[in-house]
C-alpha cells in the first residue's frame, strides 16, 4: 500500500496542505521544527487512531485555528492498496459547552462512512521509526506496551475495542475501590467490573503473547544479520498475570510461535484471574488501585541473556529497536498480505554505515517509505537517485526541481 | 459572581440555577436576569410551579416513582400485576414504557445507575428498596429495563447478582434499542419489541 495523496488543515504547523505522492521512496528535506515530523505524525495519526507522538489530540490543532471561532483540524489520505483505493479522515473539532468548559469531538471516516475508532484497524499500516525510539529498550513499560498496543491496532479491530474496554473499567474499578476503601459499601459491586476484566484482559494477554512471539523470531532473525550472528534478541513477554501451563514457562528464552498459536484453555485462564482479583482483594481496597492485569505486563528486550534495557550500550539498543521495527514491518505483511508505508524520522544518523545499509536496502521491500532528514548527505548518491525529494520549510512543500 | 453591584438575591438565584445539570455560570446569569426583567410575572409563576413541586410531589413509597398520592396509582392499580416488576433509572423511562401500554407489571424507580466515576454507587440508589419488595414475597419476574449505556449494563449486572437469590425470574429489556441511548428517547414501537423479546437471565 502507499499514500497516494494527503490533505492537512490545521494540523500542527500546517495551516493547509495538499499533496500528491508515488508508489517511491520519498525524501522530506529542511531544517529542524518545518513540519517534516508533523507529516509523518498525520500520516501515523490515520493508521493507529491516535498520535505516537501524544496523548492529547489538542496539541494536534494548528495554533492560528486555536484562537479562531471554529478550532478544527482534519488529516485526510487517500491509500491505494493492491486492488481499490480508501479514504481515511480525522476531523478533530473543539467547542465551547454552555457551562464554559471545551470539549474535542473526534470524528473518524472511513470511504465517507462515518466509524467508530476500531474501525479504522487495517485501512492503513504505518512503520514508524523516530530519533527518540532508542529509548523504548529501557523506558518504562508504559511506552513499550503502548508500542505492542499501536501495533496490534492497526490490525485487530476487535483489540482496540477490548483496550478501551478494559481501560476504562480500570478506571471504574479504580474509583470504586477507593470508595470502597474508605467509606464501606457493598462488595457485590465489584464483581461485574472483575468479569469484564477477565474477559478482556485474558483477551488482551494473549494477543499481546501471540505478537510477541511471532516479532520475537522475527527480530531475532534481523538481529543475528545486523550483528554477523553474533548475538540473538529476545523480546521477552512478562505478563503481570500469568496462569498459563506449564506454570514455569520461561519467558527468558521467550516462546517459540507454535507454544503461542496453541489452544489455550481460555475458561480456566478467566477463573485464575477472578481468584487472583479475590486473593488481593484487602490490598487493593487498602490502596485504591487495581494491582493486576495487562495495565502492568512487562515487556524486556534480551540478548545473549543480558536485559538490554538495563545494561544494554547505546549502539546495542539502537540495533535492538531497529531489529524491532524490521520485525514489526515483516509481522504487518503476514498479518495483512500488504506491505506496510515506512516512516522514517532523522533515523539514519543514529546509525552506523553497515546499519544504514540494512535499512536503506528495506526501502526497496515497501510500496512507499517517507523519509525525513535535515542531510541529504546522509544518503548514497545511487540512494537519492531512486527517491522524489520534497523541500519543506515553514510548513510548505514544493518538490525540488 | 461575588460583585458589590449585584444584590445578594441575584447572586443566589444564580448560584442555585447553576447546580443545574447542563447549566454554567454564564446561562445562570442570562436567566436570573431575564427573570428579573419579568414579563407577565414569570418569575412569580415559576416560584408558584416549584413549590407546589416540592409540597405535592413525592416518591411513591413502594416504587420510588414521582407521584402526588402515595403509593401512586400504578401501585394502587389492582388490574395490574404487582408480581412483576419492572426497573428502570428514572421516571423519564418509566413513562416511555407506559405509553406503550404493552406492559402491565408494576415498576420500580432506582433514580440513577451505577457510576464509581461520578461518585455514584449502590448506595445512593434504591437497591435496598428493591431487595425489601423482593423479600416481601410473591414477585414472580424482575424485568431489569436499565439503559443500554455501559452504566446501564453495569447497573443491571450488579442487580443480578444481589438479587439472585430472591429466586424471582430474572429478565432484560431485549436487545434492539439504540446502544447507548436512554430509554426515555427511545419510540414506543422499538420499546414494545424490546419487552416482547425479553431475555431469560
Ligand atoms: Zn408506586
Redesign the interface.
Given at each position: 500500500m502507499y499514500i497516494r495523496n494527503l490533505s492537512l488543515r490545521h494540523f500542527r504547523t500546517y495551516a493547509r496542505l495538499e499533496i500528491d505522492f508515488p508508489a517511491a521512496p520519498i525524501l522530506l528535506l529542511g531544517a529542524n521544527a518545518q513540519g517534516k515530523t508533523s507529516l509523518l505524525e498525520a500520516i501515523a495519526y490515520l493508521a493507529l487512531g491516535r498520535s505516537p507522538l501524544t496523548n492529547t489530540d489538542q496539541q494536534l490543532i494548528h495554533w492560528s485555528a486555536a484562537t479562531s471561532g471554529m478550532p478544527f483540524a482534519q488529516v485526510q489520505a487517500e491509500v491505494q492498496k493492491q486492488q481499490h483505493t480508501e479514504v481515511l479522515e480525522i476531523v478533530l473539532q473543539r467547542s465551547q459547552l454552555s457551562n464554559g468548559n471545551t470539549r474535542l469531538d473526534k470524528r473518524i471516516r472511513v470511504n465517507q462512512k462515518a466509524v467508530r475508532r476500531a474501525a479504522l484497524a487495517g485501512h492503513l499500516n504505518v512503520v514508524v521509526f523516530m530519533p527518540g525510539d532508542v529509548a523504548l529498550v529501557g523506558g518504562p513499560p508504559s511506552a513499550r506496551r503502548r508500542n505492542l498496543d499501536n501495533l496490534l491496532s492497526q490490525v485487530h479491530p476487535e483489540y482496540i475495542t477490548a483496550l478501551s474496554e478494559y481501560q476504562r473499567t480500570i478506571s471504574r474499578r479504580n474509583a470504586l475501590l477507593r470508595h470502597l476503601g474508605e467509606r464501606r459499601g457493598d462488595m457485590a459491586q465489584l464483581d461485574p467490573l472483575e468479569e469484564q476484566l477477565a474477559q478482556t484482559g485474558v483477551m488482551i494477554s494473549l494477543y499481546r503473547r501471540r505478537a510477541l512471539a511471532v516479532l520475537s523470531s522475527h527480530a531475532d532473525i534481523f538481529h543475528q544479520e545486523m550483528t554477523g550472528g553474533a548475538a540473538w534478541l529476545r523480546l521477552a513477554y512478562r505478563p503481570n498475570f500469568d496462569s498459563l501451563k506449564p506454570p514455569a514457562l520461561d519467558y527468558q528464552l521467550g516462546l517459540l510461535p507454535e507454544v503461542a498459536q496453541s489452544p489455550v484453555d481460555v475458561d480456566a485462564l478467566r477463573q485464575a484471574y477472578r481468584e487472583m482479583f479475590l486473593r488481593r482483594r484487602q490490598e487493593e481496597l487498602r490502596r485504591g488501585v487495581t494491582l493486576t492485569g495487562p495495565h502492568r505486563d512487562e515487556i524486556r528486550f534480551l540478548s545473549e541473556e543480558v536485559d538490554l534495557g538495563t545494561y544494554g550500550s547505546r549502539g546495542e539498543q539502537r540495533t535492538a529497536i531497529l531489529a524491532l521495527r524490521l520485525a514489526e514491518l515483516r509481522w504487518l505483511q503476514q498479518q495483512t498480505g500488504e506491505a506496510p508505508v515506512l516512516l522514517l524520522d532523522e533515523v539514519l544518523a543514529e546509525l552506523d554505515r553497515e546499519r544504514r545499509k540494512y535499512l536503506l536496502g528495506l526501502v526497496n521491500q515497501v510500496e512507499q517509505t517517507i523519509l525525513a532528514t535535515t542531510d541529504v548527505e546522509m544518503f548514497p548518491e545511487a540512494f537519492r537517485r531512486k527517491t522524489r525529494q520534497f523541500e519543506v520549510a515553514g510548513g510548505i512543500i514544493t518538490p525540488v526541481k | 459572581m461575588s460583585n458589590a453591584a449585584i444584590p445578594p438575591a441575584v447572586t443566589q438565584l444564580i448560584e442555585t440555577l447553576?447546580e443545574l445539570p447542563?447549566?454554567?455560570?454564564?446561562?445562570a446569569s442570562r436567566l436570573a436576569f431575564y427573570l428579573l426583567r419579568g414579563k407577565s410575572e414569570l418569575a412569580l409563576r415559576l416560584a408558584d410551579a416549584l413549590h407546589k413541586l416540592v409540597e405535592n410531589t413525592r416518591f411513591c413509597s413502594i416504587c420510588y416513582n414521582i407521584t402526588e398520592q402515595d403509593p401512586c396509582p400504578i401501585c394502587a392499580d389492582p388490574a395490574r400485576d404487582h408480581g412483576l416488576i419492572c426497573v428502570v433509572e428514572e421516571p423519564l423511562a418509566l413513562l416511555s414504557l407506559e405509553r406503550t401500554e404493552q406492559y402491565h407489571g408494576v415498576y420500580h424507580v432506582l433514580h440513577g445507575s451505577?457510576s464509581?466515576?461520578e461518585?455514584i454507587?449502590?448506595?445512593d440508589l434504591r437497591v435496598k428498596e428493591l431487595e425489601a419488595r423482593l423479600r416481601a414475597g410473591d414477585v414472580h419476574e424482575v424485568l431489569l429495563a436499565t439503559n443500554p449505556t455501559?452504566e446501564g449494563d453495569?447497573t443491571a449486572?450488579?442487580l443480578i447478582?444481589?438479587l439472585k437469590p430472591f429466586a424471582a425470574r430474572l429478565t432484560r429489556l431485549g436487545r434492539g434499542l439504540p446502544v447507548g441511548g436512554d430509554l426515555e428517547y427511545a419510540d414506543a414501537a422499538t420499546l414494545t419489541r424490546a419487552l416482547e423479546a425479553r431475555q431469560e437471565l
Open positions: - | 447553576s447542563g447549566i454554567g455560570p454564564k446561562t451505577l464509581p466515576l461518585g454507587f449502590a448506595e455501559s453495569y449486572a450488579y447478582t444481589r
